[in-house]
């Protein structure tokens, strides 16, 4: 069940939703707006002509940091990630659902290709996978509103929260966006 905003804002003072900083003014009827941090990680496409899965991707992807007032433009077709400025948390007993914001929608910009899931016990800055499906470049400025988090009750309390051991938790507690760490699902084989 999703939550409205009287019990967003209950869960919220009992500590079982955090969202550092805090504004009642950016809760919705279902959700909360969050705002665009300025980090973000682009395609580094000079140095890498491939994505291989099973690698590390240190290389893959430089960072940049915007200025104030400096926009980010994203072109037609291009994808980086960006970040959540708030740190954005739930207990073990609420999961958070990251969703665009309609008006930037209609300018063709996806604010998460397949990732908008917060898991239970984890509390980071979210990292945000943007690209632009629209015809036109599109300009993102550092403390805009990028995207709302809608919180919704698990039908109990999960015994093993986000960065439990034994867990591949590889997001846990990010604080700056991080690329891809799928080469750790892959097991290398010792000589």
Same mark, same amino acid.
């Given at each position: 069940?999703?939550?409205?905003?009287? @019990?967003?804002?209950?869960? *919220?003072?009992?500590?079982?939703?955090? $969202?550092?900083?805090? %504004?009642?003014?950016?809760? *919705?009827?279902?959700?909360? @707006?969050?705002?665009?941090?300025?980090?973000?990680?682009?395609? %580094?496409?000079?140095? %890498?002509?491939? $994505?291989?899965?099973?690698?590390?991707?240190?290389?893959?992807?430089? =960072?940049?940091?915007?200025?104030? @007032?400096?926009? !980010?433009?994203?072109?037609?077709?291009?994808?980086?990630?960006?970040?959540?400025?708030?740190?954005?948390?739930? /207990?073990? #007993?609420?999961?958070?659902?990251?969703?665009?914001? =309609?008006?930037?929608?209609? +300018?063709?910009?996806? $604010?998460?290709?397949?990732?908008?899931? +917060?898991?239970?016990?984890? /509390?980071?800055?979210?990292?945000?996978?943007?690209?632009?499906?629209?015809?036109?470049?599109?300009? +993102?400025?550092?403390?805009?509103?990028?995207?709302?988090?809608? !919180?919704?009750?698990?039908?109990?309390?999960?015994?093993?929260?986000?960065? /439990?051991?034994?867990?591949?938790?590889?997001?846990? #507690?990010?604080?700056?966006?991080?690329?891809? *760490?799928?080469?750790? %699902?892959?097991?290398?084989?010792?000589?």
């Amino acid at each position: 069940m999703v939550l409205s905003d009287k @019990d967003i804002i209950k869960e *919220q003072k009992a500590g079982n939703i955090t $969202i550092e900083p805090f %504004n009642k003014e950016d809760v *919705q009827p279902a959700s909360v @707006d969050l705002h665009l941090d300025k980090h973000f990680l682009i395609f %580094n496409t000079i140095d %890498n002509f491939v $994505i291989d899965v099973r690698e590390k991707s240190e290389k893959l992807m430089t =960072s940049k940091t915007l200025e104030e @007032d400096t926009p !980010f433009i994203l072109q037609p077709k291009q994808f980086a990630l960006g970040l959540i400025k708030e740190e954005t948390g739930v /207990s073990s #007993k609420l999961v958070g659902r990251l969703e665009g914001k =309609s008006s930037l929608g209609r +300018l063709g910009l996806i $604010i998460h290709t397949t990732a908008g899931y +917060l898991d239970p016990g984890n /509390s980071l800055k979210m990292t945000l996978e943007l690209f632009n499906a629209g015809p036109l470049p599109i300009k +993102l400025y550092a403390n805009m509103k990028i995207a709302q988090m809608a !919180f919704e009750y698990l039908s109990s309390p999960c015994e093993r929260p986000y960065g /439990s051991e034994g867990l591949k938790s590889k997001y846990y #507690k990010d604080m700056m966006p991080r690329a891809s *760490q799928m080469h750790e %699902n892959f097991v290398k084989e010792t000589e």
